[in-house]
């Protein structure tokens, strides 16, 4: 059975920091790209980023230089550190892992923005 836990959200003042963590069982993690992805209210879910078995990652545009995706493959483990935080930042953040036609989905953490 495969697993993604989330962990590590939670409220931060606008420009502080957050490092959310996705713990994944049940698949074979270095074989997998994983993300992160997030979905405010009233909006479709959007990619944050992404980062694939050999490292290499993207991001999307309103990140880039504020957020970093990073992986663990000895302890199956996929972080997103989230610096200089922005009110539009605030959405439940959902963990993701893809191989081919294989996709699979976290539970999501939320993580909210404000002063």
């Known amino acids: 059975q495969v697993r993604l836990v989330e962990s590590g959200g939670g409220l931060v003042q606008p420009g502080g920091s957050l490092r959310l963590s996705c713990a994944a069982s049940?698949?074979?993690?270095?074989?997998?790209?994983m993300g992160w992805y997030r979905q405010a209210p009233g909006k479709q879910r959007e990619l944050v980023a992404t980062i694939t078995s050999g490292g290499s990652t993207t991001y999307a545009d309103s990140v880039k230089g504020r957020f970093t995706i990073s992986r663990d493959n000895a302890k199956y483990t996929v972080y997103l550190q989230m610096d200089s935080l922005k009110p539009e930042d605030t959405a439940v953040y959902y963990c993701n892992a893809a191989l081919g036609y294989y996709a699979y989905w976290g539970q999501g953490t939320q993580v909210t923005v404000s002063s």
């Open positions: 049940g698949i074979i993690f270095s074989t997998y790209t």
